[in-house]
């Protein structure tokens, strides 16, 4: 396969401290950070967003953070268009690139790209894998390259998804993944971003939801300490803002909002804020559950205690170098 520079995306829940891992990582790599975050993207979200505060910003940069309006709506389209142009620089400096977030529609739309791709027939997926099953994927990887040798030369041999899919949309429609692309995707960005970079992917979970349900409530009551009411009661003085913008649905930002509306109590939005942080959480677990080529890193042990962030560092490191990261740029 033709070199591809590494790229790392490091994935998880939210309150399960990414963002220190990330900042951490930087000090032992020469990395540079893209937040992969919805609420980030706005300025003027910053405590209840959990964005970074300035020391830690001015110590490790994160792109993709305040570059939007609250008024201003941010889809995953606009994200994977952004984040490509932001790899590349990175890449081009001969840096890594490394996306941090819990928007994990953001990191699949990059995975997989946004071209129209053709719904496929349930059949003609029941018949692939029925055949992959008997004869291996990389008997399937033959048959795309003989078909689609441009898509091929891209994808591992054991990459299923990305297999699947391709022979997929060869099968219903005759026609080649690479030149139904060219013909369909707008913008430039919507062919998988592992066409064009190699991918470590890393997942911060838990094993015990419990601890990760306490530690939601904890940090969502120290926004609250932190300031969080003033914050959110300085968007809602702006008078153009109303509670169906994206921005404003975020979670916590809602809960807030309807309080400071008078239509929750100080209570209600407490209790409410934290259900709803923690859906999230369940939702976000919910994705990586499936999630393909992913290397999972756990914050605590089986029997509850918890791992050091040390050793989660060192783990993740041991990791990207059996890897071989380290040895992925370009000369």
């Known amino acids: 396969m033709p070199f591809r520079p590494p790229a790392i995306f490091l994935m998880g829940p939210t309150a399960t401290g990414k963002t220190d891992l990330a900042i951490a990582l930087r000090e032992y790599l020469p990395v540079d950070i893209i937040s992969v975050d919805s609420a980030l993207v706005y300025r003027g979200l910053d405590i209840g967003s959990a964005k970074p505060c300035a020391v830690e910003l001015a110590k490790a940069p994160h792109r993709l953070i305040d570059i939007c309006d609250p008024s201003e709506a941010y889809s995953a389209a606009q994200f994977v268009t952004d984040a490509r142009r932001e790899m590349a620089d990175i890449t081009a400096k001969g840096r890594i690139p490394l996306l941090v977030g819990g928007t ?28 992959a099953a008997q004869k291996g994927w990389p008997v399937m990887h033959q048959q ?52 064009d970079y190699e991918i470590f992917q890393l997942a911060l979970l838990p094993h015990d939801r419990k601890w990760l349900h306490q530690r939601i409530e904890q940090r969502f009551r120290q926004m609250l300490v932190q300031g969080f009411e003033v914050e959110v009661r300085a968007l809602l003085e702006r008078g153009d803002l109303h509670a169906d913008l994206p921005a404003i649905r975020a979670v916590g930002y809602r809960q807030m909002w309807q309080f ?23 939702r976000q677990l919910t994705w990586l559950r499936k999630w393909p080529d ?36 370009a000369e």
């Open 144 to 195: 795309l390259m003989e078909v689609d040798p441009d898509t091929a030369a891209k994808i591992h041999p054991n990459h299923s998804q990305r297999i699947q899919r391709a022979l997929e949309v060869f099968r219903a429609t005759g026609v080649p993944v690479s030149v139904y692309r060219q013909q369909h995707q707008q913008g430039g960005g919507g062919a998988p971003i592992e066409d």
């Open 294 to 329: 992913l290397q999972r890193f756990y914050l605590d042990n089986e029997d509850g205690t918890l791992i050091s962030p040390k050793e989660i560092l060192d783990n993740c490191l041991k990791f990207l170098h059996k890897g071989s990261i380290y040895n992925r740029q």
């Open 260 to 282: 400071l509306e008078g239509h929750l109590s100080y209570d209600e939005m407490l209790l409410k804020g934290v259900a709803a942080t923690r859906q999230l959480a369940k």
């Open 104 to 131: 994990m529609l953001y990191f699949k739309a990059l995975l997989e790209g946004l071209s129209d791709a053709p719904a496929v027939d349930p059949a003609i997926r029941q018949a692939i894998e029925t055949e």
